[in-house]
């Protein structure tokens, strides 16, 4: 593979960033950076849910959450305003950041606009795309992080989660969601959010 192409240079650069997370996480018996494990995630998750991937739409996944421990979820009132507003601001940070290091890399304004617009989910259910790096980021949640959340909450409340991350979701990523190897007690809440 030629390291010299843009999309490879961007890849690089999202993981540099990625790689400074100060949170560890062990997978398959290292220590790596929680952000970098999750950028990779998301790329393979989006590989194999539309291999035909715009590189937009690649550079997007990938950043998804790039730096994401700068803004800190404390830093904000811990109430639903708070959360969106520290949503939001985490958007426009990831949004710029990507911007500068693909502006780093060659890509155009317009490149850059495509994935800032992608990153902060504009116009995202007229957007495929837009549509497309949801469903990943919901699958990549589901098949990743919901036991984590779901063993500081009660059953009711992960319900709750699985029905709004389903909500958020296409057809076809319901159909991906179905099919992931879900642990027992995951695929069993699962199934009383769809049901209940």
Known sequence: MNNSTPLLQIFAAIDEKNRQDPNQVEWEGQSVAKEQLYAERMSQCLANFDPAASEHLQIAC???????????????????????????????????????LM???????????????LLQ?????????????????????????????????????????IRKTWNKMSEQGHSAALKLPLTDPMATLVGKALNG
């Open 62 to 100: 990938r950043a998804q959450h790039i730096q994401r421990w700068s803004i800190p979820r404390r830093d904000y009132p811990m109430d639903r305003s708070g959360y969106k507003h520290w949503r939001s601001e985490l958007a426009k940070f990831h949004a710029q950041l990507t911007a500068q």
């Open 103 to 117: 502006n780093d890399c060659g890509y155009t304004q317009a490149d850059q606009q495509r994935v800032k617009d």
């Open 121 to 161: 989910k504009k116009r995202l259910k007229q957007d495929k795309e837009a549509q497309t790096l949801e469903d990943v980021a919901c699958l990549v949640f589901l098949e990743f992080h919901l036991d984590d959340f779901a063993a500081g909450h009660d059953d009711d409340k992960v319900v709750d989660i």
